[in-house]
């Protein structure tokens, strides 16, 4: 009885571990896309997203500048947005981007974390930026989230210290 | 322009950018608001341009060396163009875009120096972002004719050579105005161009618009436009993977005086293994000037990370001469690092003496 109870006790353990785990990764899957408190005039979606981080749009609705961000190139976040929302991999955005250049079209601004990502979205009108969901914080506002597919070995970090918003 | 004033002003755009960058610590991305902020500039790279944040001005442009030997010319080589890019951003919704172009500031045919510099305007045109969905373009601008003719500085082509259904029946440039955008299609972008052109009246610098760009060609046809109206579509499906254009384009020429209508088709099919691209042109005229028809096909393979193998045939009817030409091209375009791209490549075909002759050819680019 004893040695029943002990060994239910330990699947129980494990099945909490392997759900926790789960839901871990579901967390640091999700991207938040995030504008400041004022936001842009355009109807977000996927589509639109790209266009936005592609240069083919340049302002909202209402004329206002849009100023897309990027994560530094070899940011895991990076990866997956450019995979999930470009559908570029790095060789096919650097020729996209050397081609727009010669237009006069520039790629978007490039900041060091996602902790520079929200703080310049936050003061910055028309700023449009993604960082993992937990990374998220009342300076800005989400008007999307992505769920990003599992891709082995491009896993996201986790976000210590940071409180995910509801 | 005097070769000596060409030479200067490329040693003098060296100059400034690599002083710029060493004594600023320039930026290729902007940094806001810096003092005591998380983000930080981005280094200088190149193919990016050198960024100042505090202006919104960027400068750039790109440089090639090219050396060939072709029948029925001696082997020669040249800096082709020397080209400077300035981007200007004006408030939130305007911009100002400039190419100057420093041609042949150094060519060479055998041991002879060759003094056939030129200095010009290459593009200058304002910008007007209305909406997500229209922008307006005034000014001088590339005429919007297939994909080769938009993005035909050397370091971003795969080849040296260009296929004459590119250049010949069409100016490259036009001078107007042009409103152009992304519009969402049934879950695909469709990209549009509509555009309006009076050089006769509003001539921006004297350049001339060579209709044969080929190196070692005989034949010196001019095409500038007097007056022009057209457009071109491109819709691309599954992403940017693969992309369909069309364009259509009513106008008169200098030189043949005559008024003519052209319509174009082209295609980009990129897949992980295989590329393939496409143009292909029609062209009329009201008088009886025969016909001037042609296009292309050419494939890309990537051999080993940025080293790559291309083939390309294009058959080309012209006006003027009255022939048909038959080209074959294999080529090598690598690039060892990003900004800087090498080209060897080995030109055939039939009929082909008097536009682009047999022969070998080689450049080398940078995008700065």
């Not at chain 2, 020669?76 to 875009?97: E, H, K, M, P």
Request: charge should be negative; include cysteine.
């Amino acid at each position: 009885m004893r040695g029943h109870f002990r060994q239910w006790l330990e699947w129980l353990a494990l099945g909490g571990l392997l759900a926790f785990a789960q839901v871990s990764w579901a967390a640091s899957s999700q991207m938040a896309v995030i504008t400041a408190p004022d936001t842009p005039h355009l109807t977000f979606d996927q589509n639109t997203l790209r266009n936005i981080y592609l240069k083919r749009i340049f302002v909202d609705g209402r004329g206002r500048r849009i100023t897309p961000v990027n994560l530094p190139s070899g940011a895991p976040l990076r990866k997956a947005f450019a995979h999930t929302i470009l559908h570029m991999d790095d060789d096919q955005l650097q020729d996209y981007w050397n081609k727009q250049y010669f237009q006069g079209v520039s790629p978007p601004y490039v900041l060091a974390s996602p902790d520079a990502v929200v703080q310049f979205v936050a003061k910055t009108p028309g700023a449009i930026g993604y960082v993992a969901v937990c990374q998220v914080d009342a300076t800005v506002r989400v008007v999307m989230t992505i769920t990003l597919p599992s891709r082995p070995g491009d896993e996201l970090p986790a976000c210590p210290g940071h409180q995910a918003l509801p | 322009m005097n070769r000596y004033l060409c030479r200067l002003l490329g040693h003098g755009v060296a100059v400034l950018l690599l002083g710029t960058a060493y004594a600023s610590g320039a930026m290729a991305a902007d940094n806001g608001d810096s003092t005591g902020s998380v983000w930080q500039p981005a280094p200088y790279t190149l193919g990016q341009g050198l960024y100042f944040p505090g202006t919104g001005l960027r400068i750039g442009g790109y440089a090639d060396f090219n050396f060939y030997d072709v029948q029925g010319t001696r082997s020669s080589y040249n800096v082709r163009d020397l080209s400077l890019f300035l981007t200007q951003d004006i408030g939130t919704q305007w911009q100002l875009f400039t190419e100057i172009e420093a041609a042949n500031p150094v060519s060479s045919r055998g041991r002879t120096d060759v003094d056939d510099a030129e200095l010009d305007v290459e593009r200058l045109y304002i910008d007007y972002h209305v909406n997500p969905y229209l922008n307006f373009r005034f000014g001088k601008f590339l005429t919007p004719v297939g994909e080769w003719n938009l993005v035909h500085a050397d370091p971003l082509t795969w080849t040296i050579s260009r296929p004459l259904s590119t250049s010949a029946a069409f100016a490259l440039h036009a001078t107007g105005a042009m409103m152009f955008g992304t519009l969402p299609v049934k879950g695909n972008d469709l990209d549009y161009w509509v555009f309006a052109d009076d050089t006769k009246n509003l001539n921006i610098g004297d350049d001339q618009d060579n209709a044969y760009t080929n190196f070692g060609t005989a034949e010196t046809l001019q095409n500038n436009f007097r007056q022009a109206f057209g457009g071109r579509v491109l819709y691309h499906l599954s992403g940017d993977s693969l992309s369909i254009g069309a364009s259509a384009l009513s106008y008169e020429l200098e030189s043949p005086r005559d008024k003519y209508f052209l319509s174009g088709l082209d295609f980009n099919w990129t897949t992980h293994y295989i590329s393939f691209t496409g143009e292909a042109i029609y062209r009329s005229s009201t008088d009886n000037r025969p016909d001037e028809r042609g296009g292309f096909v050419q494939t890309e393979i990537p051999l080993w990370r940025r080293f790559y193998f291309i083939e390309r045939y294009e058959r080309y009817r012209s006006s003027t001469p009255e022939q048909t030409s038959t080209i074959r091209t294999t080529a090598i375009n690598f690039k060892p690092i990003e900004g800087i791209v090498l080209k060897v490549e080995y030109r055939d075909g039939t009929h082909n003496l008097s536009l682009a002759p047999t022969g070998w050819l080689a450049s080398a680019a940078i995008l700065f």
